[in-house]
Structures are given as C-alpha cells and as structure tokens.
C-alpha cells in the first residue's frame, strides 16, 4: 500500500493506492506543481511560455527556449535549477507526450494532521519519509518534502516503464561521452534517442535534465535544511 499524506497550512491532501505502478503515477499527479506554489513560483507561466512555442522540431524549439527570462518572469530566480525541470518536461510533452502519465485521481482531506508522510510497504519497494509539521515549518520544508517525494516516485516509475533501462543509459553515456549540460547537449541526447522516450530520458539525465528536481538539486536549493531521508529496508526472500 502506497499513502501520502500532506498536511501544511491551507495546503492539504491524502492519496492512497494498493497499487504500486497506479501508486506512483497517482502520488506524482497528486503533487504536481504545488511545490513550486509554495514557494511563490507561478509554475503554470512557466509552462504557458513554453507552450507558445511554433516550432515542429526539437532542435528549433530549443533555440527559443530563454531559461533564465522564462523563470525570472514567473516569479523563480532564486530557484533556477528547480525549475529548469518545468520547462524540460514541456520539451518532453511537445516531443513524446507525458515522462509520467496524467491521471484523474481522488484526494481526500489528510488522514494525520500536522504531518508530511509518504509510505510504501510493497514487497518490491519499501520506504518510509516523515515529517511533523509545527508552527515553524517553512513553505520551503514543505516543498523539499514534496519534491523529494516527487523525485523517489519518478525514479521508480521510470524502473518500471523502462526495463531497458541500465542498456540505455549505456548506450546514450556512449553517444554523449565529454558532452555538459547544455542545450545543445539535449538535442544531441534527443538525436540518439531514436525517438524513444525511455532512452532520451537516460540520456538528459546524464546531461543533467529530468522532468522533476532531483534529490542532489533539492539539496542543492535549500542547503538550510536538514531535509527528512527516505528510509526503507531491502525485502526478504
């Protein structure tokens, strides 16, 4: 069983699945932007700009993008990387629809008030991340938490929709070898994807790119906090 419980100021939610794919697509749903929201980031702007673009290949939609305008204009410059993910999962949807899949999913009001929790006890995947919210916790703890969460759940979903996975981050390390992180770098990864989603994934990742912060670029945005580790156990057999 999978359960997210979400409880800070007027923001609030519980979502629960037995399922563990349905699990993860519907935790990844149910955060969605909302992070970005608490920290005063209009992440919709974000999206909207990218949205404008005309362009019909990817290399051209590239040039258009402007990272540094786009997120100052919505409110984002003190949080860069964090939402440099917004606009490549724009990218992302232009060229192979949705990295995670939209789901319509039920919310309910949180279960344990006063708390940031994510469980999931499934034989093939436990773990565990709490946190008690107080009248201290800062809009910027409640969204590292959720953005840690974010980014568990997106690794694992992509464990289970790329079996290939490990081979096509071998295969795109190749083809990228001396590439940074740069623009020009995805399209490089985007040219020897051969259009797949799952290896263009692998490959942006090694560039630096995924569709939501990863656990080092969360640490990386609020080097304040003491961010809550995920705590699980192997499973036996």
Known sequence: MMKLNFDYGKNGFYFESA???????????????LPYALLGIDAMKIRTELQK??????????QQVKVGEIVKNAGGSEF?????????????????????PK???????????????????????????KATVGSDTTAREAAAFLFGVKAAVYSKYLSIKCP??????AMMAKALKGKRKSLGALN?????????????????????YAPTP??????????????PGMRGRKPKG
């Open 214 to 227: 990863s656990q080092d670029t969360i640490k990386e945005a609020f080097p304040e906090l003491k961010l």
């Open 80 to 100: 860069m990387h964090l939402c440099e993910p917004i606009i490549f999962d724009e990218i992302v949807k232009r060229f192979f629809g949705d990295a995670v």
């Open 53 to 62: 673009s005309a362009a019909n290949d990817f290399s051209g939609m590239l």
């Open 103 to 129: 789901k319509s999913i039920s919310l309910s009001a949180p279960q344990l008030k006063g708390k940031m929790v994510f469980i999931n006890d499934s034989k093939d995947w436990v773990i565990v991340k």
């Open 188 to 208: 490089d990864a985007y040219n020897a994807s051969g259009g797949r989603l799952c290896a263009f994934l692998e490959g942006a990742a090694l560039l630096g």
């Open 164 to 169: 290939q996975r490990s081979a096509d981050s």
């Open 19 to 33: 399922s563990l794919e349905d699990g993860l697509v519907g935790v990844y749903n149910a955060i969605g932007d």
